[in-house]
């Protein structure tokens, strides 16, 4: 990691200063940490570039206190420009610049992983509000303009379209003249102004079918481009505002049960000429592999790029790579070749260049690329090394190329790659001087074998003092998604940077632990995503399960008997899986907020019969299998004890699956812990129920599988 020799030095010094309690928290004498220690490092993320000259944006995530830093060239120091010093559950999100980068918007609090009402964690008696937020680069203080989220600026710079409760609505930048201006069926969403800010265009979401609307302010006229009874999304403008440019994908009146999403009616990308009226497709996916549309990390999934090109993802390979063709058709060139995924994209202010994450030669990383938008050269390499580095975000002035960076003891923030080549943080203050970089391991990559012999990637962990002869307890932990991979360092999401936190926490503490990247997870091609007969369809990731535990059971540094198993979310499904099928091999689980009945899951594809008898026996058949790949179809093989964790107000997994279960073991006088979280969400919104539901968790696996000290159970083979 840039710098890293520096900071360890400095790190190395402050905690001189904490030793002799001028600052901080003082390290053990044995060189342990806590779990506030090693999860007090902050958190970057929305990284944005403003429109004109050299100065980027981002939110940083301090112990949940989220506030908006901005840093500017030549030096590049970062500063705050907002004041929220409280660990609330306010999240902060939608950034968006202003055309001439005087001022910035935000959107501050509510719901942004599901879009639901405004979720109250702090147990405030007045229900929180969503608002959009603006902050101006002069230094006055930041102001509150209205309810909404999603802002954007209009190239004129005379109105801000948002959205608020679904539906389109408008007001000044002074946050005056708010009025609802488009309100239709459904859900709208990806408000996109013309270049000269005289039409607006946006997705209209409308459950099994959507369209692209142009909405025209000064005429309050509206109209659908193109519509079908598929889901077009994504519009991108033409540079000169004639033509739209949007992704079409086929309805699917009726899910795919038993296969593996592979392939199916193929995706296409169309082109409206908005003054002739006409649309047309320019590209058509092939049959086969990339038939269906997989997208990319990205403010947009189509580039309109220089020379009337468009840059776009297909899995066409087994990989989602970038193309580029000719808006007037043609042959796709690929951009980025190679084994791995191009995940993180953006595009140069001028679009002549393309910027994108990828781990193309180095599988278990991320690492930025670039590439010509002309297709005539070949990619080159923008970092590399031991670091991991998403979500480019280009200087319009193209005086530098920002990033989000991290390494195995560094999480996640907010850097710069000048023209000159110079690397260096944007806020690297904002560390505290007790995060215990020093202390933390190095994850090296193992490969395990599952059950049915699939070759699996994972991370390991190992104790400080792993060759002292002891066999130590073992953990192996399941990430959530699962379209997730787990990598050689802090992660690019919080809720896996914290996981990561507690995944080293671990290793401080003796235990020996393997992060598994398991079927149905991203990083290593289509079909490894698109696993046969995976989650509610016959859960095969299991084989996954028992070979991870079968790796540690053979390991000679692991005590066979004292193997735990962790994980949240699909992570929390593949933990109560393994504890109800496989207890002899897991002595003990933590299971944040898993599934444990898919077929009761309401938007599962068993959930309505529908009128059809062939599709009723097969919706009866898949709601049976899913059943069977739940872990409540084996919890009467159940026995090791489970910590179980869940807030009541999670949008993304019914808490009712954990009622349920709770139910079923009791009947079966399962020993069950329990820490429920009242009004907290999916992704816990407040840092602190993190660090209470990682210490109850670290708690809990001390007391089940450390009976006695590891220093005195020593190696019998």
Known sequence: MVNLAMRLAAIAFLKLIVC?????????????????????????SELIAAPTGGRVAWMLNEQGRRNIWVASEPDWKGHKVTAFNQDDGQDIADLAWATDGSYLLFAHGGDFETG???????????????????????????????????????????????????????????????????????????????????????????????????????????????????RDQYPVWSPDGARIAYVRIPATARAAFFSARREGQPWSIRVTDLKAGAAREVFHAKQGPGSLFHGIEADHQIFWAADNKLIFPWEQTGWCHLYQMAVSGGTPVELTPGEGEAEHVAISHDGQRIYYSTNITDTDRRHIWSVNTSGNEKPEPITKGEGIEVTPAPAADGSALAFLGASYNESEQAMVRTAKGELKPLAPEATPADFPAAQLVKPQPVMITAAD???????????????????????????????????????????????????????????????????????????????????????????????????????????????????????????????????????AGVDFHGVHDWSTLREG???????????????????RIAFESSPMASVDTWRSPVLLIHGDDDRNV????????????????????????????????????????????????????RPESAETVRATQ
């Open 605 to 623: 594809p068993f959930s309505s019969p529908g009128g059809d008898p062939n599709d009723i026996r097969e919706r009866q058949e898949a709601a």
């Open 116 to 230: 639901g009402d405004n979720p109250d964690p702090e147990l405030s008696p007045e229900k929180p509000e969503q608002a959009i937020w603006y902050v101006a680069m002069d230094g006055s203080a930041p102001k509150k303009l209205t309810e909404g989220h999603a802002p954007a600026v209009s190239p004129k710079g005379d109105q801000i379209a948002f959205l608020r409760a679904g539906q389109i609505w408008m007001m000044k930048p002074s946050g005056q003249d708010v009025r609802n201006v488009v309100t239709q069926k459904g859900e709208q969403s990806d408000l996109r102004w013309s270049p000269d800010g005289s039409m607006l265009a946006f997705v209209s979401e409308r459950r099994d079918h959507s369209f692209i609307g142009i909405y025209t302010p000064a005429g309050k006229s509206l109209r659908y481009l193109d519509a079908s009874v598929d």
């Open 453 to 587: 012999g699939m070759a699996i990637h994972g991370q390991i962990f190992l104790p400080p003092k792993d060759n002292d002869g002891v066999r130590h307890p073992a953990l192996v932990f399941f990430h959530g998604g699962s379209r997730r991979q787990m990598l050689l360092g802090f992660h690019y999401m919080d809720y896996y940077s914290n996981a990561y936190s507690l995944n080293q926490y671990f290793a401080n503490q003796g235990y020996v632990v393997l992060s598994v990247n398991y079927r149905s997870g991203i990083g290593y091609g289509l079909n490894f995503r698109e696993a046969i007969h995976y989650g509610s369809r016959g859960a095969s990731e299991f084989n996954d399960v028992i070979g991870a535990g079968l790796y540690l059971k053979s390991r000679p540094d692991v005590d066979p008997k004292r193997i735990g198993v962790w994980g949240g979310s699909y992570g929390g499904y593949l933990t109560a899986l393994a504890l109800a099928r496989a207890s002899d091999l897991f002595a």
């Open 654 to 705: 019914p808490f009712s699956q954990t009622v349920t279960l709770v139910e079923a073991l009791r009947k079966r006088n399962v020993p069950f812990e329990e820490l429920i979280i009242p009004n907290e969400i999916h992704g816990f919104l407040m840092h602190r129920h993190w660090v209470e539901a990682y210490q109850a968790s670290a708690d809990f696996f001390a007391r089940k599988l």
């Open 20 to 44: 002799f309690g001028l600052v901080g928290e003082a390290y053990s004498a044995d060189g342990s940490f806590s779990i506030r220690q090693v999860m007090s490092a902050p958190f970057a």
